[in-house]
């Protein structure tokens, strides 16, 4: 199977190169040139294996250059039980299998994706990933070093460092909007340990970290300059389809599990709600639908940076509107990269016209396609004061902690459902720990902010009786490393600077 360039047919190369290099010349998104499909056969045939094994299977359907075995081994190694854990003390009624899956009704299930090293749903896809780039350099017999490049709203930054630390052939330079993360998320990156990670903070809001970082990558100085020190640029965002790739397999998954519980009977549909920033988790599903997964609407949910939930009901993406920080950070973002992924497949693999939408949100901000072709999704908001009524509500009535991200998610499935009579089953992401995010979740919970994010940690462990994931209960006190900020015009020479360069 070969990938092709979002924005150019012309540019065609196996997974491998995809992988290694995260992003096209061109500035698109790789893309296989054709979905796989997943027979039922083929998806009965997973259910009685382990995570590891099935992750193993649905990746050599898009990693066509990867053999089995090499991807096996990969999935072992990143979905070890010593990685993937519930922390001790903390009373599980559910099964964990690098993800957990927890039912509150019929209607509601919950896929628990934050069991892993950083206590986020990112954990998934980036401590695979460190196993798939190396594998691809050695297929490509490429010998500079993969210098990773990432920008991130909270989450991606430090599973990405944490997943790259200290791989043999690799460095790793973050940078996160300065103010716009969590003290949890900010402290987990500037304490990173490794001698090939960097970290700094934007001047600015998610979108000009990734704005910055993606114009890096295509700077024909910057990338000559690294060639000349035997570098080269690649991606842990969602940009780089081998971050994506591995987030597909968590919905068959859930799938099947659903399955084996008699909660769905094979081969009926689901509904999938995502709480998404940069549309990758929620592109995730929607490339496992296409593939054949009975998957019947996607629930798309945003917090008051709202520009998919407009997108979705009009087909017209504006991101020009007020930036705002709310209590879910990973969401604060209102250019969704993804969404190029989006526009390929909705356009018929239309290059011309994807790169024409994209030079139309840069260049005036805006772009329209026809909101017929958005017909799987449904969009839905909600601002800080429904997502921590939608926290003490979960916790209330089930026992049940949800961090502000996936409180945004129920808030949009409940919605939903209110408004259709839809009842469907619906599968949820969760994508964090409520611990990494305990100011906003106490205060939810109780109404009493605390003064800092430990003071909340430690209340909120025991207002709910539930013990924190030792890598949170363990930040503080640990030696900070990076407390540099960077301009938004200065990623380039900041990189390079991190990187050693």
């Known amino acids: 199977m070969n990938y092709v360039s979002t924005r150019s047919a012309a540019v065609r190369v196996p997974?491998?190169?995809?992988?290694?290099?995260?992003?096209?010349?061109?500035?698109?998104?790789?893309?296989?040139?054709?979905?796989?499909?997943?027979?039922?056969?083929?998806l009965r045939s997973l259910a009685p294996l382990s995570y590891a094994e099935r992750a193993a299977k649905i990746l050599a359907c898009f990693l066509t250059d990867f053999t089995e075995p090499e991807l096996l081994a990969a999935a072992r190694a990143?979905?070890?039980?010593?990685?993937?854990c519930y922390p001790e003390g903390y009373a599980a009624d559910v099964p964990l299998d690098a993800v957990a899956l927890k039912s509150l009704s019929d209607t509601?299930?919950?896929?628990?994706?934050?069991?892993?090293?950083?206590?986020?749903f990112k954990d998934m896809a980036l401590q695979i990933l460190p196993h798939l780039l190396t594998a691809s350099l050695r297929k490509l017999g490429e010998t500079r070093t993969a210098c990773i490049l990432v920008a991130t709203s909270?989450?991606?930054?430090?599973?990405?460092?944490?997943?790259?630390?200290?791989?043999?052939?690799?460095?790793?330079?973050?940078?996160?909007?300065?103010?716009?993360?969590?003290?949890?998320?900010?402290?987990?990156?500037?304490?990173?340990?490794?001698?090939?990670?960097?970290?700094?903070?934007?001047?600015?809001?998610?979108?000009?970290?990734?704005?910055?970082?993606?114009?890096?990558?295509?700077?024909?100085?910057i990338r000559r300059t690294l060639d000349g020190h035997g570098c080269f640029?690649?991606?842990?965002?969602?940009?780089?389809?081998?971050?994506?790739?591995?987030?597909?397999?968590?919905?068959?998954?859930?799938?099947?599990?659903?399955?084996?519980?008699?909660?769905?009977?094979f081969g009926d549909p689901v509904n999938v709600c995502v709480p998404t920033g940069n549309f990758g988790n929620i592109l995730a599903a929607y490339i496992a639908k296409k593939a054949g997964l009975p998957i019947a609407r996607l629930l798309c949910a945003s917090n008051a940076n709202n520009v998919l939930t407009d997108f979705l009901a009009t087909g017209v993406y504006d991101r020009r509107r007020p930036f705002h920080k709310t209590l879910s950070p990973s969401m604060d973002i209102l250019i969704s990269s993804n969404v190029e992924r989006l526009l390929y497949y909705i356009s018929g693999s239309d290059t011309e016209f994807v790169a024409a939408c994209q030079r139309s949100l840069s260049e005036e901000g805006h772009f329209a396609v026809d909101p017929s072709r958005l017909a799987d999704f449904r969009g839905f908001f909600c601002d800080d004061t429904a997502t921590k009524q939608t926290i003490r509500e979960v916790f209330t009535d089930?026992?049940?902690?949800?961090?502000?991200?996936?409180?945004?998610?129920?808030?949009?499935?409940?919605r939903y459902r209110a408004e259709t009579g839809d009842r469907?089953?619906?599968?949820?992401?969760?994508?964090?720990?409520?611990?990494?995010?305990?100011?906003?979740?106490?205060?939810?919970?109780?109404g009493k902010p605390a003064e800092n994010d430990f003071d909340a940690l430690a209340a909120l462990s025991r207002v709910t009786g539930q013990p924190a994931p030792k890598p949170l209960s363990s930040l503080d006190g640990k030696r900070v490393r990076f407390e540099g900020v960077t301009a938004k015009e200065a990623i380039g020479e900041t990189a390079l600077r991190l990187l050693g360069i």
């Open 233 to 265: 640029f690649s991606s842990a965002n969602s940009i780089n389809f081998g971050r994506l790739a591995p987030q597909i397999v968590y919905y068959v998954s859930a799938y099947l599990d659903l399955c084996a519980r008699g909660a769905v009977r």
């Open 154 to 221: 909270g989450d991606t930054g430090k599973a990405a460092l944490e997943g790259f630390r200290d791989v043999p052939g690799t460095k790793i330079a973050v940078f996160y909007p300065n103010d716009g993360v969590s003290d949890v998320q900010k402290l987990q990156m500037v304490t990173q340990e490794g001698a090939n990670v960097g970290v700094s903070a934007v001047s600015g809001n998610f979108d000009d970290a990734q704005t910055g970082v993606k114009r890096v990558f295509t700077d024909p100085a």
């Open 108 to 120: 509601e299930h919950v896929l628990e994706l934050y069991w892993g090293p950083t206590a986020a």
């Open 15 to 42: 997974s491998a190169h995809a992988i290694a290099n995260g992003i096209a010349p061109d500035g698109g998104l790789y893309t296989p040139e054709a979905l796989p499909q997943f027979s039922p056969d083929f």
């Open 424 to 446: 469907t089953p619906c599968i949820l992401a969760s994508t964090a720990s409520a611990f990494k995010f305990c100011a906003g979740v106490l205060d939810a919970l109780t």
């Open 78 to 84: 990143a979905y070890a039980p010593d990685r993937f």
């Open 398 to 414: 089930s026992r049940y902690l949800i961090d502000p991200h996936t409180a945004v998610g129920m808030h949009a499935s409940r």
